[in-house]
């Protein structure tokens, strides 16, 4: 059995296991999950055992989304609100809720106009991204990304624009290892 302190080590940035701290055995289990949520082998030995993982890549995409928008509605102030706009049959019988985050663009210095209200989902392909645009926030978010170890502001452009993501980069390394351990 695997103890759940040999992976604590990797939640810190840059921290790594020690090739002796899985048997052969757990390191295939391993690396069979993480080529299931779209890594390499190579990649996973890489990031586990030698390079560590960015803070980006151990909290993931979602909650680091879920964050940077939690900062701008109590530090920011900024209107945001998540509503139902109505549901969708997935696999099985029961509908799902379908949730769209709302936010309001202020007019211009110059126009009279009162806000405008707009709506994006988190889920949706570059949703966020041009949410960030709308109200002006991208470098901001760019910044934020730099402080977790996404250092360029074309990669951070480049990744959320196409919102394009392995899906252990939106889960984060402490999920799957916290599913791993589950399994395993």
Known sequence: ????DIFTKITEPQ????VSDLTPDEKKLLYAEMQRLGSSDNFAYKRFFQDGFALWEIDGILALKAAFLSWLRTEEKL???VRCVGERMVTGDDPVSIYRYFYRIPPKADEHEQFEERSFDLNEAGGFWQFLGDIEYRQRFGNFMAERGMKSYRTVMKRFGDDDW?????MGIRQVTELFMEKF
């Open 15 to 18: 921290g790594v296991l020690a």
């Open 1 to 4: 059995m695997i103890s759940k």
């Open 166 to 170: 392995k899906e252990w980069e939106k």
């Open 79 to 81: 209107f945001l609100e």
